[in-house]
T-cell receptor
């Protein structure tokens, strides 16, 4: 039973480019969460999605960041016009229900040059 | 606002016991989680407490007091592989439940 999958594991972008991070939840999980971890800092909640719905995006920066979880396929976190401050590890987690344990994927480490 | 505090670093000796404390001030408490995170890796689930008391799972135990806003993670019979960061996270009842994390406690196990 595969766990939460994320790709790519490492992503390098130049300032101004777009970054697309993908997350496939565990089998049977329909709740997806994105977190960001800046170097030497704790994990910060970004957004919570269910299929085709954004439930809570209170942690998302107002500009350049968007997330989706379509009916078919993985959840996507999209960062437009990346800046150096976007360099971080982005973790996706999934759960079976909204109060259930969240299981984390291996993360995508984004480096902006 | 939400506030979760835990010590930044702790050092212990192989075979010993270490207790990592976590205090929280949050609204809409819906449970407390402990995760282990090795450097450069994903957090892995250790324990979940929603009711007061002690939950024991092998060498790891977690305690919760909701009235005091306090939890601890107890690691017994420390092994070198236990060197990692330990993250305390509170599940906040909101539009959707979301985890709010403390800064993490880096535990270094020495021989």
């Amino acid at each position: 039973n595969a766990g939460v999958m994320q790709n790519p594991r490492h992503l390098v972008r130049r300032r101004g480019q777009e970054a697309r991070l993908r997350c496939s939840p565990m089998k049977g999980h329909s709740h997806v969460y994105w977190y960001r971890q800046l170097p030497e800092e704790g994990l910060k909640f970004m957004v919570y999605l269910q299929k085709e719905n954004i439930i809570d995006e209170s942690g998302m920066p107002k500009e350049r960041f968007s997330a989706e979880f379509p009916k078919e396929g993985p959840s996507i976190l999209r960062i437009q016009q990346v800046v150096r401050g976007d360099s971080a590890a982005y973790f996706c987690a999934s759960s079976a229900g909204y109060t259930d344990t969240q299981y984390f994927g291996p993360g995508t480490r984004l480096t902006v040059l | 606002g939400q506030n979760i505090d835990q010590p930044t670093e702790m050092t212990a000796t192989e075979g010993a016991i270490v207790q990592i404390n976590c205090t929280y001030q949050t609204s809409g408490f819906n449970g407390l989680f402990w995760y282990q995170q090795h450097a450069g890796e994903a957090p892995t689930f250790l324990s979940y407490n929603v009711l007061d008391g002690l939950e024991e799972k092998g060498r790891f135990s977690s305690f919760l007091s909701r009235s005091k806003g306090y939890s601890y993670l107890l690691l017994k019979e420390l092994q070198m592989k236990d060197s990692a960061s330990y993250l305390c996270a509170v599940l906040i009842k909101a539009a959707g439940n979301k985890l709010t994390f403390g800064g993490g406690t880096r535990v270094l196990v020495k021989p």
